[in-house]
């Protein structure tokens, strides 16, 4: 049973930093990428961040420059460092992790970036 354990997040003030981590129950180089998704009421389910086993980054356009992730393997943990936090960024934030076609979800944090 693959399991994604997220933490971090909370309320942060514009311009402020946090970061969220997602501890997977097996070893992350088994997956073939672990990511961020974030989610707002009425707008679809965003990639923020993704890793691949390789190491390559994709990040969104909105992102780009402000948000770092990051893996440690020996903990079977990803980070997303988020830095110059804007009130957009206000969503919850889901851990996902892909092997082949399988599909794994964190339970999701929510930040919230307001004044």
């Known amino acids: 049973q693959v399991q994604l354990v997220q933490s971090g997040g909370g309320l942060v003030q514009p311009g402020g930093s946090l970061t969220l981590s997602c501890a997977a129950s097996i070893n992350i180089f088994e997956f073939n990428t672990m990511g961020w998704y974030r989610h707002t009421p009425g707008q679809q389910r965003e990639l923020v961040a993704d890793i691949n086993v390789g190491g390559t980054r994709n990040y969104a356009d909105s992102v780009k420059g402000r948000f770092t992730i990051s893996r440690d393997g020996a903990k079977n943990t990803v980070y997303l460092q988020m830095n110059s936090l804007k009130p957009e960024d206000t969503a919850v934030y889901y851990c996902?992790?892909?092997?082949?076609?399988?599909?794994?979800w964190g339970q999701g944090t929510q930040v919230t970036v307001s004044s």
């Open positions: 996902n992790a892909r092997i082949m076609s399988r599909e794994f």
